[in-house]
T-cell receptor, first 113, second 112 residues
Framework: AQSVTQLDSQVPVFEEAPVELRCNYS??????LFWYVQYPNQGLQLLLK??????LVKGINGFEAEFNKSQTSFHLRKPSVHISDTAEYFC???????????FGQGTRLTINP | KAGVTQTPRYLIKTRGQQVTLSCSPI?????VSWYQQTPGQGLQFLFE???????NKGNFPGRFSGRQFSNSRSEMNVSTLELGDSALYLC???????????FGPGTRLTVL
């Protein structure tokens, strides 16, 4: 079984500041890793994914994440945030070919002007 | 290409009733998964269908069921609704042989 821990339930930052949202996972088998974003009253939008290859993954809207197998982490970063990045962010893992995502509890990112 | 569509977007039911939610996947996607999102439990996997067969099931009571049609559209049904079933129900689809799921906007179910 897999589990995901998002270490911060809320992260407030100022506009144009850098941000890191932390995610740790636990699994006895190899997994794929994902970050999704959810804006108010909407579904989930895929930000980026790690399936294999380079451990630094670039996604949409200027976000990137680094897969660290030894620390079982997949932290999400953005060098400069914008007001429009205000949303809830979910880290998720999936056993290969299982089509079953296990999500963390989410991190609410609030951008202050 | 159109995204995942879910109908209806909002639904209000009373305890004891049953409800059916519908999901149309992205064209060409044959796997459909369902998730429940609540403030207390977060996002939880309900079940996954591929080629009209349930391949995977989460830890939910038998009141929650689903099916998939030959055109890959899927429905989920909840019978004997309870207050705790109030949630956002999300559907996601993926291409055969890939592991990336794309989500619809969800159906918000309120049980009174």
């Amino acid at each position: 079984a897999q589990s995901v821990t998002q270490l911060d339930s809320q992260v407030p930052v100022f506009e144009e500041a850098p941000v890191e949202l932390r995610c740790n996972y636990s699994s006895s088998v190899s997994v794929y890793l994902f970050w999704y974003v959810q804006y108010p009253n909407q579904g989930l939008q895929l930000l980026l994914k790690y399936l294999s290859g380079s451990t630094l993954v670039k996604g949409i809207n200027g976000f990137e994440a680094e897969f660290n197998k030894s620390q079982t982490s997949f932290h999400l970063r953005k060098p400069s945030v914008h007001i429009s990045d205000t949303a809830e962010y979910f880290c998720a893992v999936s056993e290969m070919r299982a089509q079953k995502l296990v999500f963390g509890q989410g991190t609410r990112l609030t951008i202050n002007p | 290409k159109a995204g995942v569509t879910q109908t209806p977007r909002y639904l209000i039911k009373t305890r004891g009733q049953q409800v059916t939610l519908s999901c149309s996947p992205i064209s060409g996607h044959r796997s459909v998964s369902w998730y429940q999102q609540t403030p207390g439990q977060g996002l939880q996997f309900l079940f996954e269908y591929f080629s009209e067969t349930q391949r995977n099931k989460g830890n939910f009571p038998g009141r929650f069921s689903g099916r998939q049609f030959s055109n890959s559209r899927s429905e989920m049904n909840v019978s004997t609704l309870e207050l705790g079933d109030s949630a956002l129900y999300l559907c996601a689809s993926s291409l055969p042989g890939t592991d990336t799921q794309y989500f619809g906007p969800g159906t918000r179910l309120t049980v009174l």
